[in-house]
């Protein structure tokens, strides 16, 4: 062969690599039916959104298959394990507590070819705690349960005027409630705090069980309680506590820290007290972060309102797989989950400069307690300093 041969034998060697290899494919499983529907459709706007960017002038394109599981941890289970056989590059999603420890519980303990799996999976909402439990390749870029707890008390027994003693938990029957209950009589007791009684139901309850469960309030002790939950089951339960005129001061998790939730509560929703990640597309960011800006124009351009944060964290899960891929040398590596875990690794997310623990739980994700006031959304800053000029005035 003449070496004038060699470069087009090389062009047509290197097309033939690419095609053979195909595309970056990952598999995303969101909840887009069910009771967290409203979040995976969030969700996914901000995933489409990253994708596109992504994709600008990257010789192999990342290409997303998008699963529903139906807000069902076992179905979920299925879609990754199907991801894993089909040889998929990574996995984004599950959305969920009790969804991620499913599939992390079965791929450690119960099914070898997923154990044996090098497979990246990333979730854009999964706040439920599984350090130490020696799940790898797995990757949560929303505040840990342990970091939500750990301000709601915090919250409840300095921040507040009077302080929350005593408290009633109410959570929901599952691996995400059980854990979050835990983590927080933990650091309620640590905070000097009491929980006073801890009441159970069932995901999916309806108006008339909420209204039973809560009836007991009127004869008990303690100056609030706290509703644990993931999706729809915190705004009935709220409207049934206003239905008794429960006078004690209400809590909740990040999960209700979605536009359609607050506005489906309505009037209802005042005096309700929830923790969620500090981050508000409204304002400027000092220093600026170029991303961020971004992605909120995209968004605007796109869908005609200012994006939530769930929408923020399925854009930022698609980014820190591309920066992960980028950073490994490329989307074939075998050190795309080892890449993500270093401690040297970091990815602009929308939601500032970000990384990952040892552990795959987001290493810096501040939260803040928001509340409503004149209809609105607002920090605990904002609404303190609004009591303190109320105060003043009167």
């Known amino acids: 062969m003449t070496a004038r041969w060699l470069p087009a034998l090389t062009c047509l060697l290197a097309v033939l690599t690419v095609s053979c290899a195909g595309d970056f494919r990952a598999v995303v499983i969101l909840p887009e039916s069910g009771r967290l529907a409203h979040v995976g459709s969030e969700a996914r706007k901000g995933i489409d959104l990253a994708l596109a960017k992504v994709n600008e002038g990257r010789e192999v394109p990342l290409v997303l298959e998008f699963a529903d599981d139906g807000s069902d941890p076992e179905r979920a289970l299925s879609e990754y394990a199907r991801a894993i056989e089909s040889k998929a590059l990574a996995v984004i999603g599950p959305v969920g507590g009790d969804a991620m420890i499913t599939c992390l519980s079965a791929r450690d303990e119960r099914d070898r070819s997923l154990t044996e799996s090098n497979v990246a999976l990333i979730s854009p909402w999964a706040p439920t705690t599984i350090t130490g439990r020696g799940f790898e390749n797995a990757f949560r870029n929303h505040p840990t349960d342990t970091t939500e707890t750990g301000r709601l008390s915090q919250f409840m027994r300095r921040d507040m ?6 408290l009633v938990l109410i959570s929901e029957l599952s691996d ?6 835990a983590e927080f009589a933990q650091t309620f007791k640590r905070h000097q705090g009491t929980v006073e009684s801890s009441m159970n139901f069932e995901p999916g309850i309806t108006d008339e069980a909420a209204a039973e469960l809560v009836a007991e309030l009127k004869n008990r002790p303690g100056d609030g309680c706290l509703v644990v939950s993931q999706g729809q089951d915190i705004l009935t339960l709220i409207k049934a506590l206003r239905a008794i005129e429960y006078r004690g001061e209400v809590f909740t998790t990040s999960a209700f820290h979605h536009p359609e939730l607050i506005s489906a509560a309505g009037t209802e929703a005042g005096d309700v007290f929830w923790v969620a ?21 995209a968004y605007e351009q796109a869908h005609g309102s200012k994006p939530g944060y769930w929408a923020a964290f399925g854009y930022d899960t698609v980014i820190a797989l591309a920066a992960g891929t980028d950073a490994a040398g490329g989307p074939y590596s075998s050190a795309i989950p ?4 270093s401690l040297n690794f970091e990815y602009p997310g929308v939601l500032g400069t970000a990384r990952f623990d040892s552990s795959g739980n987001c290493a810096e994700c501040p939260v803040a307690i928001y509340g409503i006031s004149g209809g609105e959304v607002k920090d605990w800053l904002e609404l303190s300093k609004m009591f303190s000029a109320s105060e003043r005035q009167g």
Do not use: H
């Open 338 to 341: 080892s890449t993500l875990s």
């Open 277 to 297: 990640p500090q981050w508000d597309p409204t304002k400027a960011d000092d220093p600026p972060n170029p991303t961020k800006t971004e992605f909120v124009a």
């Open 161 to 166: 005027t009077p302080r929350i003693k005593d």
């Open 176 to 181: 995400y409630g059980r854990g979050y209950k």
